[in-house]
């Protein structure tokens, strides 16, 4: 079976707000750090400026199949168009001294193979331990044996979550609506 990962199908279902992100904001990062596509650990909460940090549930593979039921799941399909959207819109998040993550339960080496595929300018976070879902109670999902993450885009100004999108549909514009919010929202 041959999907392109790259696009969106027609006719995906549109994930609804199930109220599971409406606390995050004014919430501070923990104290805890990641591990990264650049082969460091990076703890979040020590960044100072803006940060805009992209949680995504699992991205395939080029020649490998997706969870069975993968596109009837509403926000599920999605994480290689959003990661490219956030690519295209890299420049612009950076004039606005935003530093960019994606981050998702897949473990680092997994996370690899996508930024090198996509020749991501930004790196990859891996918390396969779930370690921002116990400190802030992100939303999460399962499909057969697998717990992931559903999608969700923060943005955080020291240490602090000032923005949350959530539900992110469609996903391959969610770059673009950051970039919007920052411009009208500066840094204070």
Not at 41 to 64: C, E, F, K
Not at 69 to 97: K, M, V
Request: hydrophobic residues 40%; contains cysteine; charged residues 20%.
């Amino acid at each position: 079976m041959n999907i392109n990962l790259n696009t969106l199908p027609e006719g995906l279902p549109i994930p609804l707000d199930d109220g599971l992100a409406a606390h995050l904001e004014g919430l501070q990062l923990p104290e805890i750090s990641l591990a990264s596509t650049n082969g460091s650990d990076v703890n979040l909460s020590a960044i100072q400026g803006r940060l805009v940090i992209y949680i995504y549930p699992l991205t395939g593979r080029p020649g490998a199949a997706l969870p069975d039921g993968w596109d009837e799941i509403p926000g599920a399909r999605g994480c290689t168009p959003q990661a490219c959207d956030f690519s295209n819109h890299y420049l612009e998040l950076q004039q606005l001294n935003a530093t960019v993550f994606g981050l998702s339960s897949q473990t680092t080496d997994y996370q690899l193979e996508l930024k090198k595929r996509l020749h991501l300018p930004f790196d990859l976070l891996s918390d396969d331990a779930f370690h921002l879902k116990s400190h802030l109670n992100l939303p999460v999902f399962k499909v057969g044996d697998l717990l992931l993450y559903k999608r969700l885009t923060m943005i955080v100004e020291n240490r602090m979550i000032k923005k949350v999108f959530y539900p992110v549909f469609p996903p391959n514009q969610n770059g673009l609506q950051v970039v919007d919010w920052l411009k009208i929202n500066q840094l204070v």
